[in-house]
């Protein structure tokens, strides 16, 4: 059975910093066919993916993973008011045509870890 239980976030200050982990039970990061993925989801909008590379997070958030602890982590740093949002890791089967993006495509969750960042 898949498990995804994120940890790791708090309130912080605008420019603080977090670094949010996903342990991983289940399924072996890296190795079995999973896409793995953070997603945020902030009051009243959508959930988003979380590509590092996009304008709203770049050179801020850093995804990375540690395969002997099976964990994913998301980086955040100088954090701004508009990253409050509680934010996901998700595990995708759904591969055929490579990792998805979308949140439709993810068929497993995490609970949530919420981010709340002041000014």
């Known amino acids: 059975q898949v498990q995804l239980v994120e940890s790791g976030g708090d309130s912080v200050q605008t420019g603080g910093s977090l670094r949010l982990s996903c342990a991983v039970s289940?399924?072996?990061?890296?190795?079995?066919?999973?896409?793995t993925a953070w997603f945020r989801q902030a009051p009243g909008k959508e959930r988003e993916s979380i590509a590092t590379?996009?304008?709203?997070?770049k050179g801020r958030f850093t995804i990375s993973r540690d395969n002997a602890e099976n964990t994913l982590y998301l980086e955040m740093n100088s954090l701004r008011p508009e990253d409050t949002a509680t934010y996901y890791c998700?595990?995708?089967?759904?591969?055929?045509?490579?990792?998805?993006?979308?949140?439709?495509?993810?068929?497993?969750w995490g609970q949530g870890t919420q981010v709340t960042v002041s000014s």
């Open positions: 289940g399924f072996t990061v890296g190795r079995d066919s999973y896409c």
């Open positions: 590379y996009a304008d709203s997070v």
């Open positions: 998700a595990a995708s089967t759904y591969i055929q045509f490579g990792c998805p993006t979308e949140a439709a495509r993810f068929n497993h």
